[in-house]
């Protein structure tokens, strides 16, 4: 009889191999709704907090002059760290500022806290109370600001690779031939608005910017015949398909046929040319079977499951969270009052065990766990031997 | 209602402290136009400051008219501008002045005379007519030999050989280090753009190229790095 050694903490040998946070340039619709869900965050809820905090980013940013890609890279923060964080540990308001605070920095249009504040400020009230970035009044709201800075690194897992699907949309449009003072003007107004939806996390630069030359064209009754997959904008150029653009359109009509009026394309077009548009794309969907989102390879019918070492019994990765360390949504029991305490981290609570470390390479992550799978996990085959001599701890990999 | 003494006297201190930062210039613009009832005292404050300020507070001061004019401009307080207009010569005599001692402001004055004329504050002819005036003034005597202007009353030094030269060399380190400033703080906004998203939408069209190669290999680096993610997330 051999004996069964059951393989614990204890048992372990070496250092903690730490954890490791995998930064996922993107995410998938079915991953973001289990993020939401895991935090409890309802639908209606998570409209409302999604598209305030990204007006009030696209309001401060105008006012401070910033360019759009600065937009871009702070609204995907905002979303991301939305995804972690349940919404009764911080006020919105405060995530906007803080991720355009960072984005600024990334951005290279630096700005300070303060200035952001005082500009949110200055647009809310008339020039009689205007303050200037150093009122005093700023001061402890500023720090908040700094403190959630770092939590929002983390939430985006200190990956500062942004698309700036804007630049190459322009070139889009202009090789398509649509007029710079008209078209142009939608085409570029949609792709602020396609950061209120979750597209951006989703998909590649040249899909979005497909996506919103395709749809600026319909709007402007332009003939599909020309624009869908054909010349410059032929997807396998581009290394795109039919599906990926139809869901980045079908996220943009969601958005303008639910919150028409929290947009900036929207108001310009009355309700029914949206449904329009959108009736036509669903036909065409159906016809040809595109399927509405973009789904992991775990998720197709047609999966079998590799046999990697850690696949036994663990959970699928979280928003590339290491799955064998305590996933935390961060809610601590005692919530304190939104205002004077900062959500906790994500990821610091796991750090109290052992170290995080956040890396851009999957591959790279994947591969070291297997390598050091091979010293932690304890892989117990129990047979029985007669032997004459006392039987050692067979240890088998 | 505040007390038109003291309105007078806190726009005056705050006019007389002005520096390179943007933020000075900012609390001195809004305090005008939250006080521009008195628009009229107030502007009659700027002309005196400029005439009895040191070379380097008359630049500053310059930078705040633009400043000044912009935002008046913006929240409809249209005397400011009107008061400008109709003493623009009288500011450019002050801060640039027929003996040459504020040939260093000649840059500044040029710069702030093109912003107004941008902005439609100030007419081309006025513009033109001023920078006449200008090139007569921009030769100067060595600024070490140049008389120290007629400084305000807190600075009632008689202005002497030696001591003057002290005084202009202090003054001479104290623009270059707002000149100085002035830059940085430009460079760290070449990025700014118009808030009219228009801007930035043309500009991006008329200065991008053509679709080329390079684009095509990053939506192929990007859809491997998306179907990566896809099989393994």
Redesign the interface.
């Known amino acids: 009889m051999a004996p069964a050694a059951a393989s614990t903490e204890r048992d372990r040998v070496g250092p903690h191999p730490s954890y490791i946070e995998i930064a996922k340039p993107y995410i998938l619709q079915s991953r973001i709704q289990s993020c939401l869900n895991v935090i409890s965050m309802s639908d209606a809820k998570e409209d409302g907090v999604r598209l305030q905090g990204v007006t009030w980013i696209d309001n401060v940013r105008r006012a401070l002059q910033l360019p759009i890609r600065t937009f871009n890279t702070a609204v995907i923060y905002y979303h991301k760290f939305r995804l972690l964080h349940s919404e009764n540990e911080y006020n919105w308001a405060d995530a906007a500022a803080a991720a355009l605070f960072t984005a600024c920095k990334i951005e290279d249009t630096l700005k300070k806290s303060r200035e952001i504040l005082c500009a949110n400020w200055n647009l809310k009230v008339g020039i009689g109370e205007h303050a200037s970035p150093d009122d005093p009044r700023f001061e402890n709201h500023s720090k908040l600001i700094i403190g959630l800075e770092r939590l929002m690194l983390e939430s985006a897992g200190f990956d500062f690779r942004n698309r700036y699907p804007q630049e190459l949309m322009i070139k889009m449009a202009k090789a398509v031939g649509l007029d710079k003072h008209n078209e142009a003007k939608t085409v570029w107004n949609i792709s602020v608005d396609l950061y209120r939806t979750f597209a951006p996390l989703k998909q590649t630069t040249p899909t979005l910017s497909i996506a919103c030359v395709e749809l600026a064209a319909r709007l402007h009754e332009r003939r599909a015949e020309k624009i869908v997959d054909v010349g410059v904008l032929k997807y396998s150029k581009w290394k795109t398909s039919r599906a990926e653009v139809m869901e980045t359109m079908l996220d943009l009509l969601d958005l303008y046929t639910h919150h028409r009026t929290a947009t900036n394309v929207g108001p310009n077009y009355s309700l029914e040319t949206f449904i329009n548009v959108r009736i036509t794309l669903n036909q065409e969907a159906e016809r040809y079977k595109i399927p509405r989102f973009t789904i992991y390879a775990t998720e197709s019918p047609y999966f079998t499951a590799e046999v990697t070492p850690n696949a036994n019994g663990t959970p699928k990765p979280r928003n590339g969270i290491d799955p064998t360390s305590p996933l935390t949504p961060a809610t601590p029991d005692t919530i304190s009052p939104k205002q004077t305490h900062p959500p906790t981290s994500a990821i610091g609570i796991r750090g109290q065990n052992g170290t995080v470390r956040f890396m851009l390479d999957a591959a790279r992550a994947r591969d070291e766990r297997a390598e050091v799978d091979k010293f932690h996990k304890t892989e117990e085959e129990e047979y029985e031997v007669e032997v004459a001599i006392e039987p050692d701890r067979k240890r088998v990999r | 209602m505040a007390d038109p003494f003291e309105v007078r006297m806190r726009f005056t201190t705050l006019l007389s402290h002005l520096s390179a930062s943007h933020?000075s210039l900012?609390?001195a613009a809004?305090f005008a136009?939250?006080n521009r009832e008195m628009d009229e005292d107030l502007h009659s404050c700027i002309l005196e400051q400029l005439e009895r300020n040191s070379m380097n507070n008359r630049a500053n001061i310059m930078y705040f008219i633009e400043h000044l004019c912009d935002l008046a401009n913006k929240?409809g307080a249209v005397e400011f501008v009107r008061m400008m207009q109709r003493d623009i010569l009288r500011v450019v005599e002050a801060v640039c002045p027929v003996d040459g001692s504020g040939a260093a402001n000649v840059r500044v004055v040029r710069k702030v005379l093109q912003a107004l004329q941008t902005k439609s504050l100030l007419l081309p002819e006025t513009v033109s007519e001023l920078e006449a005036v200008l090139s007569a003034r921009d030769i100067a005597p060595h600024p070490f030999l140049a008389e120290a202007p007629a400084n305000s009353a807190s600075h009632q030094k008689a202005a002497r050989n030696g001591t003057s030269g002290r005084l202009d060399k202090r003054q001479i380190e104290q623009r270059i280090e707002e000149d100085r400033e002035r830059h940085k703080r430009m460079r760290?906004?070449i990025?700014?753009?118009?808030?009219?998203?228009?801007a930035?939408?043309?500009k991006?069209?008329d200065e991008?190229?053509?679709?080329n190669e390079d684009?095509?290999l990053?939506?192929?680096e990007?859809?491997i790095?998306?179907n990566?993610?896809?099989?393994?997330?």
């Open positions: 933020t900012q609390k809004v136009l939250k929240e760290e906004s990025w700014a753009v118009n808030g009219e998203d228009d930035e939408m043309e991006l069209w991008c190229s053509e679709i684009d095509y990053e939506a192929e990007d859809a790095e998306r990566l993610g896809i099989r393994f997330g």
